[in-house]
């Protein structure tokens, strides 16, 4: 059974930072990138970052670039979301998701929702004015 687990969601002020990290079990991790997604309040779900299966490849949202960065640490089973200069309308449920392609390293893997096979639970941002 595969599951992945986010942690490091909160409160914030406008300006700061959150670390959101994701481990995962039930599968051979380094075969799968990794991507995070975000749901903001009344709205749909939508990409922020994506990491291919050997971390040489990283892709992001024109909306977060510069600001966030995302991570892998295979060893651990572990994917990272390092979230800097949080503003208000990066207040969401943050998703961590496993593909369903192995070995892939082209962002066409990974920007869509149904490039996923397994989501975490979400972990709430909510960052204040």
């Known amino acids: 059974q595969v599951q992945l687990v986010e942690s490091g969601g909160g409160l914030v002020q406008a300006g700061g930072s959150l670390r959101l990290s994701c481990t995962a079990s039930?599968?051979?991790?380094?075969?799968?990138?990794q991507g995070w997604f975000r749901q903001p309040p009344g709205k749909e779900r939508e990409f922020v970052a994506a990491?291919?299966?050997?971390?040489?490849?990283?892709y992001s949202a024109d909306s977060v670039k510069g600001r966030f960065t995302i991570s892998r640490d295979n060893a651990k089973n572990a994917v990272n979301l390092q979230i800097d200069s949080l503003k208000p309308e990066d207040t969401a449920v943050y998703y961590c998701?496993?593909?369903?392609?192995?070995?892939?390293?082209?962002?066409?893997?990974?920007?869509?929702?149904?490039?996923?096979?397994?989501w975490g639970q979400g972990t709430q941002v909510t960052v204040s004015s």
């Open positions: 998701a496993s593909s369903k392609y192995d070995y892939c390293s082209s962002y066409e893997c990974y920007d869509e929702i149904h490039d996923y096979k397994y």
């Open positions: 990491i291919s299966w050997n971390g040489a490849n990283v």
């Open positions: 039930g599968r051979t991790f380094n075969m799968y990138g």
